[in-house]
């Protein structure tokens, strides 16, 4: 089926470093979005990002966050500066328009370390 | 505030016995549930998913049975099969997807 391939898929950064987590979505999609996983904690929605903007985020999307997807190569997420609390799985999804009832495609996940 | 809440927490039950897995949720405006299973070392996929206008959606061996008055919905795995060994995570959304909110999910094994 559909792949959508993450990049790198472990990484551990020094507290206060910039980290940039990258996503190569399925090719026809339009719709992308990162969600966070603390180890034994539930997949959380940081956000999603249609037509070049960022439609949502959630509270857990701090300041020092920031996504793009420029010119259709990855979709990142950049994080600057690190926190210990970054420390998580990471998680891209993309999909066609979901409110047409098109399923979100996850990738395996960017396990972030942060010491 | 955990909006969804999935129990157990883990399950084993017997190749060709029924799993049941749990989910509850607090938020009556949430109008899309799915269901994705998650094997080792690999990305969350889509199982299943229901809308509230069905109390019960069937794909082979997988139904959703789903209560919008107690805001409870099960997952019954009939005739499980150890390859159905994996962690089913429940979900829901206001807005049909574009922000899924999780459950911690179930880990399920199928002993032989």
């Known amino acids: 089926g559909p792949k959508v391939l993450q990049i790198p898929s472990h990484q551990i950064i020094d507290m206060g470093q910039m980290v940039t987590l990258n996503c190569d979505p399925v090719s026809n999609h339009l719709y992308f979005y990162w969600y966070k996983q603390i180890l034994g904690q539930q997949m959380e929605f940081l956000v999603n990002f249609y037509n070049g903007k960022v439609m949502e985020k959630s509270k857990l999307f701090k300041d020092q966050f920031s996504v793009e997807r420029p010119d259709g190569s990855y979709f990142t997420l950049k994080i600057q500066p690190t926190a210990l609390e970054d420390s998580a799985v990471y998680f891209c999804a993309s999909s066609l328009d979901p409110g047409s009832g098109n399923t979100l495609y996850f990738g395996e996940g960017s396990r972030l370390i942060v010491v | 505030q955990q909006q969804v809440r999935q129990s157990p927490q883990s399950l084993t039950v017997w190749e060709g016995e029924t799993a049941i897995l749990n989910c509850s949720y607090e938020d009556s405006t949430f109008d899309y549930f799915p269901w994705y299973w998650q094997f080792p070392r690999e990305s969350p996929a889509l199982l299943i998913a229901i809308r509230p206008v069905s109390n019960k959606k069937e794909d082979g061996r997988f139904t959703i049975f789903f209560n919008k008055r107690e805001k409870k919905l099960s997952l019954h795995i009939t005739d499980s099969q150890p390859g159905d060994s994996a962690t089913y995570f429940c979900?829901?959304?206001?807005?049909?997807?574009?922000?899924?909110?999780f459950g911690t999910g179930t880990s399920l094994l199928v002993d032989p």
């Open positions: 979900a829901a959304s206001r807005d049909m997807g574009y922000k899924l909110t």
